[in-house]
């Protein structure tokens, strides 16, 4: 594999002492890969918007260029204008621009209905001082009601000022290939870049599937059943099968590879030295 390729790495705030710890060894290991950016997850809560806020600024001043999400759950223009200030002050150049899932019970999203209008703020308010990423989902948002309306939803992002996307992880490189192909016919010529999700644990990975759409083909499923009793085989088997992934969505074009690790760092490492790319 090329040594030029792009990655970026996918981790969300620690919760305590030891998380923070253990995140900071993750990103101490997964520097050596070079990676473009470290992205941040943010939630709902104002606690964990603390959080992704120091996580972000520990990362900078550690030298990683950190990219911090924004939802538009719960936002409001005040106080995402003041959060975007600090980020420019702390020289993050990089934001991922998300419309969030609405917590359960919650009716009131914020004052943004949709991620292109954050978008569409964050440019108004910033000018281009971010790199602005959006989420691309090539089977299609769960709560879209068909395909071609969840592309138009895309579209409107990127047209609303994206610089480029990363998907929500997949198994099937056709689809990534398929909804790239369809994104371009509509005029959008900005990167998509492919997320990826090491396989670990499948109960975990079947719950996170059916929460944001994501399929797990019919194979890979059984086989997931016959490595239940023996995590080593399974460990194994994920490994083949992302690594197998990733090879096919380079030798296809793809413009890098975004990684979710969920906080761990060998699930990741194992496929980047099957891959070797990037190791300094």
């Known amino acids: 594999m090329?040594?030029?390729?792009?990655?970026?790495?996918?981790?969300?705030?620690p919760r305590t002492p030891v998380g923070q710890e253990k995140l900071a060894s993750l990103c101490d290991r997964l520097v050596a890969y070079d990676p473009t950016f470290f992205s941040v997850t943010y939630g709902a809560g104002a606690s964990v918007r603390e959080r992704t806020l120091d996580a972000v600024i520990r990362a900078r001043r550690g030298n990683v260029d950190a990219a911090p999400h924004l939802s538009c759950i719960g936002s409001d223009r005040e106080n995402l204008a003041e959060l975007l200030a600090t980020y420019q002050r702390e020289g993050v150049r990089r934001i991922v621009a998300l419309r969030g899932d609405v917590p359960s019970g919650e009716i009131s999203v914020g004052?943004?209905?949709y991620a292109n209008e954050l978008i569409?703020?964050?440019?108004?308010?910033?000018?281009?001082?971010?790199?602005?990423?959006?989420?691309?989902?090539?089977?299609?948002?769960?709560?879209?009601?068909?395909?071609?309306?969840?592309?138009?939803?895309?579209?409107?992002?990127?047209?609303?000022?994206?610089?480029?996307?990363?998907?929500?992880?997949?198994?099937?490189?056709?689809?990534?290939?398929?909804?790239?192909e369809k994104a371009q016919a509509q005029?959008?010529?900005?990167?998509?870049?492919?997320?990826?999700?090491?396989?670990?644990?499948?109960?975990?990975?079947?719950?996170?599937?059916?929460?944001?759409?994501?399929?797990?083909?019919?194979?890979?499923?059984?086989?997931?059943?016959?490595?239940?009793?023996?995590?080593?085989?399974?460990?194994?088997?994920?490994?083949?099968?992302?690594?197998?992934?990733?090879?096919?969505?380079?030798?296809?074009?793809?413009?890098?590879?975004?990684?979710?690790?969920?906080?761990?760092?060998?699930?990741t490492l194992a496929v980047l030295d099957n891959l070797n790319v990037n190791r300094a």
Not at 120 to 128: N, V
Not at 132 to 141: D, F
Not at 192 to 211: E, Q, Y
């Open 2 to 13: 090329s040594n030029a390729l792009e990655t970026s790495f996918e981790f969300f705030p």
């Open 111 to 113: 004052e943004f209905r």
């Open 120 to 180: 569409e703020f964050i440019r108004e308010e910033t000018g281009d001082a971010f790199e602005l990423i959006a989420a691309a989902y090539p089977e299609m948002h769960p709560q879209a009601p068909n395909y071609e309306t969840d592309l138009r939803y895309f579209v409107n992002k990127m047209q609303a000022g994206a610089d480029k996307a990363i998907t929500q992880y997949f198994y099937d490189a056709e689809a990534y290939f398929h909804f790239v």
């Open 187 to 267: 005029g959008i010529d900005k990167p998509i870049i492919p997320g990826i999700m090491p396989i670990v644990d499948a109960d975990k990975l079947r719950r996170f599937s059916a929460t944001c759409g994501a399929s797990i083909p019919r194979w890979i499923d059984k086989q997931l059943d016959a490595y239940a009793m023996d995590p080593q085989s399974l460990q194994a088997f994920g490994q083949e099968v992302v690594t197998r992934l990733c090879e096919r969505l380079i030798e296809g074009g793809a413009p890098g590879l975004h990684f979710y690790t969920l906080n761990q760092a060998e699930p």
